[in-house]
């Protein structure tokens, strides 16, 4: 692998690839202490660069102890020592305990080799470009969760190729990039077979599904199952105006919307299990108690977290599905 590599098409300047393709090999152990790095005059040759361009990430690069320049000689690395801890741009679309446990089973694995700067989108498209836009050549890995967001294939291109990863959700427009995510299609459908016989004793499944935020592949995977099994269906986006009755059974990807049918199965005395089924998406401590239980189809967040640092300290380029599954309690 060579020690310097730079991508004609990036929107990062040369001289912070340059930079940042030192930085890299330094962490990785291809340079170590006395190394001699290319010279100037190669660099810019290889690469049809200006010698000013290469100096500026060079000097960027002794400014910050990393090399240090001998007359004469040329640039070496000062020092086997120095830290240089990857920095990486983490973009999540919200803040749950879900996302909680990812991101710590990822700083955990990553350790002391990465600084880990978190950033959160909240569904905005404008805050996903702002943040991308702002940070853009500033990290050496960007680790992107672009949910279902309109045009965010189009600023993720705008990043160095080579250095983004995709998280949780990914698409054909972003099958070029290594990532980690979940099959929705497919997941929802192998948990709703997994607890099919419990679902038949419900008269109507029903799924309460914001377009604005949940994957579309949670939505056609829950019509596949439906039609394949002939079973009465319906797909509502919220549960207000919505009149809760016996016999149903709701599939519930957002957490506010569990809270809200809760309570109002209460309010009319359905008892949740036997007159309505629940089915969350995203298991967590607390569904373990609430309701005797809330069944959830979920998949293992710690250990999404734990496979994407793997895939970054390792420098593999994989597309990973990360399984989900159900987990029956009494709200089924």
Not at 273 to 280: L, Q
Not at 322 to 331: H, Q, Y
Request: a neutral charge.
């Amino acid at each position: 692998m060579k020690l310097i590599n730079i991508e004609e098409n990036s929107s990062v300047p040369k001289y912070k690839q340059i930079i940042f393709s030192v930085e890299t090999a330094i962490a990785e152990k291809r340079l170590k202490k006395r190394d001699k790095l290319p010279s100037i005059n190669k660099v810019a040759l290889e690469f049809s660069l200006s010698r000013d361009t290469v100096l500026q990430a060079y000097d960027d690069l002794k400014k910050r102890g990393i090399i240090i320049a001998m007359p004469g000689k040329g640039y070496y690395i000062k020092s086997e020592e120095f830290t240089t801890e990857q920095r990486i741009f983490l973009l999540f679309d919200e803040l749950n305990s879900f996302k909680e446990d990812l991101y710590h089973s990822f700083k955990e694995t990553m350790g002391t080799f990465a600084r880990i700067d978190i950033f959160f989108h909240y569904f905005s498209i404008d805050v996903f470009k702002k943040l991308i836009n702002e940070n853009n050549g500033d990290y050496s890995k960007y680790v992107i969760m672009p949910t279902i967001l309109k045009d965010a294939p189009k600023y993720i291109k705008k990043l160095p190729k080579n250095d983004v990863y995709i998280l949780d959700q990914t698409n054909d427009e972003l099958k070029e990039y290594p990532s980690i995510h979940q099959n929705f299609v497919s997941d929802i459908y192998s948990a709703l077979l997994t607890g099919k016989e419990a679902l038949d004793k419900y008269e109507k499944l029903v799924m309460i599904f914001p377009d604005f935020k949940q994957p579309p592949g949670m939505r056609i995977g829950f019509n596949k199952f439906c039609n394949d099994y002939q079973l009465q269906h319906e797909i509502i986006p919220d549960i207000k105006d919505y009149t809760l009755e016996k016999g149903q059974v709701f599939i519930i990807p957002d957490d506010r919307h569990l809270v809200n049918v809760i309570e109002e199965a209460n309010s009319k005395n359905l008892v949740i299990g036997t007159d309505i089924g629940i089915i969350s998406y995203n298991d967590t401590h607390l569904k373990k108690v609430v309701a005797n239980g809330i069944t959830t189809i979920s998949t293992d967040f710690t250990a999404m977290g734990t496979i994407l640092a793997e895939m970054v300290l390792g420098q593999r380029k994989e597309q990973i599905a990360n399984k989900s599954r159900l987990i029956l309690r009494g709200s089924l």
